[in-house]
Structure formats: structure tokens, C-alpha cells
């Protein structure tokens, strides 16, 4: 992880990998002979969230971010690896009495602010609910009171409480999304893309209201987007992942500077440039490849332009750079990759 | 009737007239609850070949505006006034059957979701094949041919073997290069892409706009070019219109819009976007949101949210004034200018 500091890590994922069965049905693969299949969603990922801090986790579609947000959280096991937060592995905690204590300390904010708020629920009840849950407050009176606090506290006003979720716009209900994960005043928020639903001013407004909170509470993040303009507002360190692979673990200022894996690179070029400053190159071919029968070696190498025999032979692991940042590429750790600038304006002859 | 157009000056001294020209566009919605109105006197020109962008945000009446051109809004919605007009015809007020005509022949049409734009249950050849076929004299073999150039001019890989597959064999991105295979198959002056590329990859995204750049360049097609993206309108247009609550509040030439934005709405939705150029603690924010279609703000509507509000946006609603190159629906502009000639 880059740059050690004396913060000791809220979150460290060790080795997780989450696998999900997509097997035909039992008759199908009795008659048919066909075979098991299953896809990888997440393999293999390590990272470490410091208290207060931002970590992201960015790719496109189907590269697992989701998956491992659930599974931090919990709402998947693991198939392997460990997730510890503060220090505790969560597996351990095999009671839902020894669980609930820690639950209550790490809270998720979802995509779609349109589905996680249950329409027939009053907004009161619905930010309610994690206090009722954890037993924090035991008098209505006095609950309705820490409600009202949560409301003003994401920019909202007491009388809010009273409507129903379909009363709002994206925004606020993303607001109200945000109110009920406080609620439980927890240290940890695994946000899963909480700003692509909503329009870019309105998703300002939810940014600084998020960055506004962390200072606040001391919060740490576990920021999922696959917008890396948001990404890079929002984290310190940033990890990329492709096919259920953590390709490039680095600080959000060298990953923007000098990204290593052409997998970050291509990313970055396919960004629209709004500064229209013309030094675009081409887009690269290719789409993602099928994660249920991901291509061998490297699995980025179908798409990469430095790719040789080795990359499709072995799948390369983890390993750092001199600037701290931890890539698997076998073009990296060999060299064999120029520098990010010389690649994007070639230099003229 | 013929246009009273204003005719634009090209570089090299010829006039050129606008290959589709919107005036004053209003399209409403009847509804129990009194007349919703979604596009509100919108005014804008397309010259051949060009890209103009039109980015607002959800609800800002972007894709009403293009659905209106193309003939395609949904009953109870209708034009209530305004007209448009392609290439000195105007054809707002058309029959169905003429304008069914022109829809897919002179007009494309690209849509966000590729998936619910095909039929999945017709192979994609058929779909092209019978498109073609619609807007043409061709033949059936003839058009069989056509449509695998077709396929393969927007990049599909080995077209003469996925013509003959259904659009769920295709992923996202190829299916957006089928419908704009669909779009090009009977050469149309204009394509209407609305949020074209918003349920795609990035790295797709890229790859689908180069394709269409590439495409309108080569066919010296026009494009409008509907999205929330100001990133795919820099990548993309030669102008840009900016709408909120169903009017534009500026239109201009694509740089000096994104550069140098003059409305404060534009503004602040340029300053909202994170970006890779500033590196700033807080994004600027506009507080609140678009006002829905029942309680559009009196005068203009943007004045609840603009940091620069006087008592005259209150009451009295701005029309589109030139400022430098751009239009610009805003009395600070037009303020600005009375004094200057005072």
C-alpha cells in the first residue's frame, strides 16, 4: 500500500475470492454431459482501507466491484480469503449476537435510490430503522428526535420525515439513503456507485455532502463507481479491477499521473477529454472478455497492445512498483511497458 | 410555403442553408391536471453535416425535442406550436404515411438502449435487410449485400456470419453498432441519437463515438446528438445547445460553451463535474433541482437555483440573445448589453 502512515487499517481484505455456480440445471448436466461452470466474480483481491480514508474501487461492467462490496459488508460469504474490519475477521463472528455489534459499525449506501428505499414506508421510519434495529434509542420520542438531526444533517428538513420516498427526486432520496446509513452512526460506508442514478449537478451536491460527512464523523469509504472523473475527486487510493482482478493498486495522484497497466491506461484514454486539449489517441479495440471462461494468462492480454507469449501464458500476480503502487502485468514488472506520456503523445521524429 | 430562413455564410463565401431548422417548438402534454409543457419555444438550425449537441438533465426536454422531429412523441403529447422543417420542408404537420417516409430514410434515429431498439426475435440481417429494403428499390439479395457491408463499416468482425444472429448474440456495444448500421441504411441527411452511448462501457463509449465522428464524416451526415454528458458533447459536436426545463439557455460553438460557459446554469453544471484539469477540495454546487413539468418557476426558470437572480428573472421570462458567438437566454446578458448601447 502506498505511502505507510501511523493510521491502522479500518478494512484489510486478504485474498478474497467469490465464486458463483452457473451450472446448468442438474437434469441438463445428467443428460447433456455438460460440465460444472463457474464464474469467478471475484479472485483474488487484497487491499487495506486506513481510517478516514477513501478507498475506490473502479472497472467497467461485470469486473466485480459490486460483488465485493456485498462482500465486505457481508451480505456475501467469501469463498475464500478473509475480510477483517478493525481488526476483526469477519468470519469468525459465527452468532448473530457477536455479529450484530460490528454490523452496526459498517453501513452501505446503494446504486439505485428508486429501489433501496421501501416506498411504503414513511421517510421517518425508513432512517428509523437502523436505530430500532441495533437498539440504540429505546424511546419514540427520542428517536424521532435523532431523526430530525439526520435529516438536517443531510440538508434536509424535519417536515421531510413525514412524506414518502416517491416524493422526492433522485437526489434527495439519495439523501435520504444516506440519512438511514448514519443512522446507526456507523465508521465505515461501502457507497456501490451512489451517484450514477443521479444528474452530474445534482451529483456535485452528493459528493460534497459525502466529503462533508467523512470530515465530520472521521468515516472511511469504500467508494465503488466506474467514473473515474468521481473516483478521483473522491479517493486516496484507488484500485482497479478487471474480469474479478485487482490489476492496479495505487495512491489516486499516481494512478492519474502514471498509471502502469495498460488495462488503467486504456481507461484513462477512453474518458472524454473536457479540456479539448486534442491529444486523444484512438480507442482500443475489444470488449471485456466472458468471465465465466476468461481467456488464459493475463486476462486483459486479448485486448493489450504490449501482450506477448508470456501474458498468455501465465497469470501474472501483484507486485510493486518504485512509487508504491502494486500492479500485475507481466509488461510492468518486466519493463517492457514506456513510460504513460510517451504512449500518449508519441514524441515527433 | 417557403421558409423564412436565415441563411448562415459559409467560410468560403457560398450561403448555406440549414439542412434542418426547429422554430419555435412547443410541445405539450394534456393532461386531467391542466397542460404540461415539456418543450417550451425552442429554436435551433442544423447545417448539413453538422454535430450539434444537446445536453441538459433528466427532464430538461432533450429527447422531447427529438422525438418531436422524428414524429415519435407518445399521445397525449403533441406540438402545439412552432414548426420544422428539413431542408425547406416542413414536416411537423405531415400525415403519418409521409412521415414514416422520412423516418429511417432522410431521419435516423439512435437510442440509448440498443436492446430494446431491435427486435429479438428477427435476426439481425432480416431487420436490416427488411429496413433497406423499405427506403429502397433494392432487391432482397441485393440489400443482404448491403447490409453486411453495412455491418462491417461500423466494425463488426466477421459480418457476413453475424448477420445471420439474433441481437442476444451480440453485447452491448455491438448492438449499438447495429443500430447504427440500422440508422445508415438508407443514408439519411440527419441522425437523432438520443443518450447513444449512456448504457455503455467507457471503453466502449469511446470506441461508439469514434465510430459515429468517423461515419457522419465520411457520409457528410448531421447529427443531433442528445445527452447529459458534456464529455461525449466535447468529444463529439461542432455546437452545442443547453437546455433546462424545456428551453435552451445557450447555444453556441462547442468550445466557447464548455470553455468559457456564460449562462450561470451552464456554469455551474460545467464547475459540477469532477474533472481532471482542477483539483479542488469541493465541487460547485447549484442547489436544488430541475423543476418538474407542474411547477415550472415564473419568469426564468432557473432563477430559484442561479446565484445571480435579480428581481426582473422573477417576472419576466429571457429570450435567446447573441453574446459573442453563442445565444444566451439570460438578463444578465441582456442587461449587460443596454448599457452598453446607452
Redesign the interface.
Known amino acids: 500500500m502506498p505511502e505507510l502512515t501511523d493510521k491502522s487499517p479500518a478494512l484489510q481484505v486478504t485474498k478474497v475470492a467469490r465464486y458463483f455456480d452457473v451450472s446448468p440445471p442438474f437434469l441438463n448436466r445428467l443428460l447433456e454431459g455438460a460440465p460444472r461452470q463457474i464464474l469467478k466474480a471475484v479472485d483474488d483481491v487484497s487491499f487495506a482501507i486506513k481510517k478516514g480514508e477513501t478507498f475506490s474501487l473502479v472497472g467497467e461492467s461485470g469486473c466485480g466491484k459490486s460483488t465485493m462490496a456485498r462482500v465486505v459488508v457481508g451480505l456475501y460469504k467469501p469463498t475464500s480469503g478473509a475480510v477483517a474490519f478493525d481488526g476483526v475477521d469477519m468470519a469468525s463472528l459465527r452468532t448473530q449476537a457477536e455479529a450484530l455489534p460490528l454490523k452496526r459499525r459498517m453501513q452501505m449506501i446503494f446504486q439505485d435510490p428508486f429501489a433501496s428505499l421501501n416506498p411504503r414506508w414513511r421517510v421517518s421510519n425508513i432512517i428509523a430503522e437502523p436505530i430500532r434495529n441495533f437498539h440504540m434509542i429505546e424511546q419514540p420520542a427520542d428517536i424521532q428526535k435523532r431523526v430530525d438531526e439526520l435529516l438536517a444533517c443531510v440538508g434536509m428538513s424535519a417536515r421531510d420525515g413525514k412524506k414518502f420516498p416517491h416524493e422526492f427526486s433522485g437526489g434527495q432520496r439519495q439523501r435520504i439513503s444516506i440519512a438511514r446509513a448514519l443512522a446507526s452512526q456507523p465508521e465505515f460506508l461501502v457507497c456501490d456507485e451512489p451517484t450514477s442514478a443521479l444528474d452530474v449537478s445534482v451529483q456535485a451536491q452528493i459528493l460534497n455532502l459525502m466529503k462533508d460527512l467523512q470530515d465530520e464523523f472521521n468515516l472511511t469509504y469504500l467508494f465503488i463507481s466506474h467514473d473515474l472523473a468521481v473516483v478521483r475527486h473522491m479517493a486516496n487510493n484507488i484500485g482497479v479491477m478487471y474480469l474479478g482482478r485487482l490489476v492496479e493498486v495505487a495512491a489516486a495522484r499516481t494512478l492519474f499521473t502514471r498509471p502502469y497497466h495498460p488495462y488503467t491506461r486504456m481507461l484513462l484514454e477512453s474518458i472524454p477529454d473536457l479540456e479539448m486539449t486534442g491529444t486523444k489517441t484512438a480507442p482500443l479495440a475489444g470488449e471485456i472478455a466472458n468471465p465465466i471462461h476468461p481467456p488464459s494468462g493475463c486476462y486483459f492480454h486479448p485486448r493489450c497492445g504490449f501482450a506477448n507469449e508470456r501474458c498468455r501464458r501465465d497469470l501474472p500476480i501483484s507486485k510493486p512498483t518504485k512509487d508504491g503502487a502494486l500492479v500485475a502485468c507481466h509488461g510492468v514488472e518486466e519493463g517492457r511497458i514506456p513510460e504513460f506520456r510517451e504512449v500518449k503523445t508519441p514524441a515527433p521524429a | 410555403m417557403p421558409p423564412p430562413s436565415k441563411h448562415m455564410v459559409e467560410p468560403d463565401g457560398r450561403l448555406a442553408s440549414p439542412l434542418l431548422e426547429v422554430r419555435n417548438l412547443r410541445v405539450e402534454f394534456p393532461t386531467r391536471r391542466g397542460t404540461l409543457v415539456a418543450v417550451d419555444g425552442v429554436s435551433f438550425a442544423i447545417m448539413p453535416g453538422e454535430i450539434l449537441g444537446v445536453v441538459g ?2 427532464g430538461a426536454g432533450k429527447s422531447m425535442t427529438g422525438n418531436a422531429i422524428i414524429g415519435l412523441l407518445e399521445p397525449p403529447g403533441r406540438i402545439a406550436e412552432g414548426s420544422i422543417w428539413l431542408d425547406g420542408e416542413r414536416i411537423d404537420n405531415l400525415p403519418y404515411e409521409k412521415i414514416r417516409r422520412i423516418r429511417g430514410k432522410r431521419i435516423g434515429a439512435v437510442f440509448q438502449d440498443p436492446l430494446t431498439s431491435l427486435n429479438p426475435l428477427y435476426t439481425v440481417g432480416r431487420q436490416l435487410t427488411e429496413t433497406i429494403c423499405t427506403h429502397s428499390d433494392m432487391h432482397h439479395s441485393q440489400a443482404r449485400k448491403r447490409a453486411i457491408e453495412l455491418l462491417a463499416e461500423v466494425g463488426i468482425p466477421a459480418p457476413d456470419r453475424r448477420i445471420d444472429q439474433y441481437p442476444h448474440h451480440f ?1 452491448g ?2 448492438r449499438q453498432r447495429v443500430v447504427i448500421a440500422l440508422a445508415l441504411c438508407a443514408n439519411p441527411e440527419l441522425i437523432i441519437a438520443d443518450e447513444p452511448t449512456t448504457a455503455l ?7 461508439i ?2 465510430l459515429m465522428k468517423r461515419l457522419c464524416h465520411d457520409h457528410n451526415t448531421a447529427v443531433m446528438l442528445v445527452t ?5 458533447i ?2 463529439t459536436c461542432d455546437r452545442v445547445a443547453v437546455m433546462y426545463a424545456g428551453r435552451i439557455v445557450e447555444i453556441g460553438p ?2 466557447q460553451v ?2 468559457s460557459a456564460k449562462h450561470p446554469y451552464t456554469h ?2 460545467m ?7 482542477k483539483d ?8 436544488g ?2 423543476p418538474g413539468l407542474t411547477d415550472t418557476p415564473s419568469g426564468c426558470a432557473f432563477h430559484p437555483r442561479c446565484p445571480q437572480a435579480m428581481d426582473k428573472c422573477r417576472k419576466v421570462r429571457p429570450d435567446l440573445v447573441p453574446v459573442e458567438q453563442s445565444q444566451i437566454a439570460c438578463w444578465l446578458f441582456d442587461e449587460a448589453k443596454e448599457m452598453a448601447n446607452a
Open positions: 438533465e433528466s453485447s456495444g455491438m462501457d467507457v471503453s466502449i463509449q469511446a470506441q463515438i469514434a447529459h454528458d458534456m464529455g461525449v466535447a468529444e462547442v468550445r464548455i470553455k455551474g453544471l464547475g459540477s463535474i469532477p474533472g481532471f484539469g479542488v477540495r469541493r465541487l460547485t454546487q447549484i442547489d433541482s430541475m
